[in-house]
């Protein structure tokens, strides 16, 4: 018999390397300070389900990319797919890459569009905090200031889009993360707990690899949940 699973495991299985303190990358910075600081101290390898939702996410990236360069959409034009860019901030980079670059013809403007797959796109009201502010940081950068969010979901494809306006102090406040961030590395010191301060943001909790290391160095408390 063919083991499908055993073989989707090998085909997703990817080389690990540890990361570099000084190189930062905008899909992290939203999530917990501590946990971004564990993976760079505490390197693990990716485990095969979360490498499946990776490759989930790819997979409706590429079909965004489908439909947004298809001529049965002619009101739209993709000027760019996955554009990459760098920025140098004191002593460190920030680089990544963009999803979508899309020109809508009506209005002649550039629009910087992040896609993002969900379990279920009914129950997305509003866009996540930490979607937003890695947003805010590409039309920072980018000097593209027209900036959406587009959720998929990834059992029928409905989506729904949410204008992100740019806001210069919300981008200075994602750098500044990230300065705190590398501070907290060359000083080898351990951030707080953030996403155990609020009950809204303890579920990033739910199936972290670094969870028991987390609960063992700060207990829980009236302070961290």
């Given at each position: 018999?063919?083991?499908?699973?055993?073989?989707?495991?090998?085909?997703?299985?990817?080389?690990?390397?540890?990361?570099?303190?000084?190189?930062?990358?905008?899909?992290?910075?939203?999530?917990?300070?501590?946990?971004?600081?564990?993976?760079?101290?505490?390197?693990?390898?990716?485990?095969?389900?979360?490498?499946?939702?990776?490759?989930?996410?790819?997979?409706?990236?590429?079909?965004?990319?489908?439909?947004?360069?298809?001529?049965?959409?002619?009101?739209?034009?993709?000027?760019?797919?996955?554009?990459?860019?760098?920025?140098?901030?004191?002593?460190?980079?920030?680089?990544?890459?963009?999803?979508?670059?899309?020109?809508?013809?009506?209005?002649?403007?550039?629009?910087?569009?992040?896609?993002?797959?969900?379990?279920?796109?009914?129950?997305?009201?509003?866009?996540?905090?930490?979607?937003?502010?890695?947003?805010?940081?590409y039309m920072h950068i980018?000097?593209?200031?027209?900036?959406?969010?587009?959720?998929?979901?990834?059992?029928?494809?409905?989506?729904?889009?949410?204008?992100?306006?740019?806001?210069?102090?919300?981008?200075?406040?994602?750098?500044?993360?990230?300065?705190?961030?590398?501070?907290?590395?060359?000083?080898?010191?351990?951030?707080?707990?953030?996403?155990?301060?609020?009950?809204?943001?303890?579920?990033?909790?739910?199936?972290?690899?670094?969870?028991?290391?987390?609960?063992?160095?700060?207990?829980?408390?009236?302070?961290?949940?």
């Amino acid at each position: 018999m063919i083991d499908f699973n055993e073989m989707v495991d090998n085909y997703l299985r990817r080389e690990s390397y540890p990361k570099t303190i000084g190189k930062y990358y905008p899909s992290e910075i939203g999530t917990c300070m501590r946990k971004v600081w564990y993976s760079y101290k505490f390197p693990s390898s990716v485990g095969p389900d979360l490498l499946k939702i990776f490759e989930v996410g790819n997979i409706m990236h590429d079909l965004v990319v489908k439909i947004l360069s298809s001529d049965k959409n002619p009101e739209i034009m993709l000027v760019s797919a996955e554009a990459p860019f760098k920025k140098e901030v004191d002593d460190f980079v920030i680089s990544g890459r963009v999803d979508n670059i899309i020109l809508v013809k009506a209005s002649g403007k550039n629009i910087l569009m992040e896609v993002k797959s969900t379990g279920s796109v009914d129950f997305v009201n509003k866009p996540a905090d930490y979607n937003a502010m890695q947003l805010q940081l590409y039309m920072h950068i980018m000097n593209i200031h027209d900036g959406v969010l587009l959720y998929i979901d990834k059992k029928n494809l409905k989506s729904k889009v949410f204008k992100v306006d740019y806001n210069p102090e919300e981008a200075e406040m994602v750098i500044n993360r990230f300065k705190a961030l590398h501070k907290l590395l060359k000083m080898d010191a351990l951030p707080d707990p953030e996403s155990r301060a609020k009950h809204d943001k303890i579920w990033m909790c739910r199936n972290c690899e670094y969870r028991d290391k987390c609960y063992e160095e700060t207990p829980s408390s009236a302070r961290w949940l």
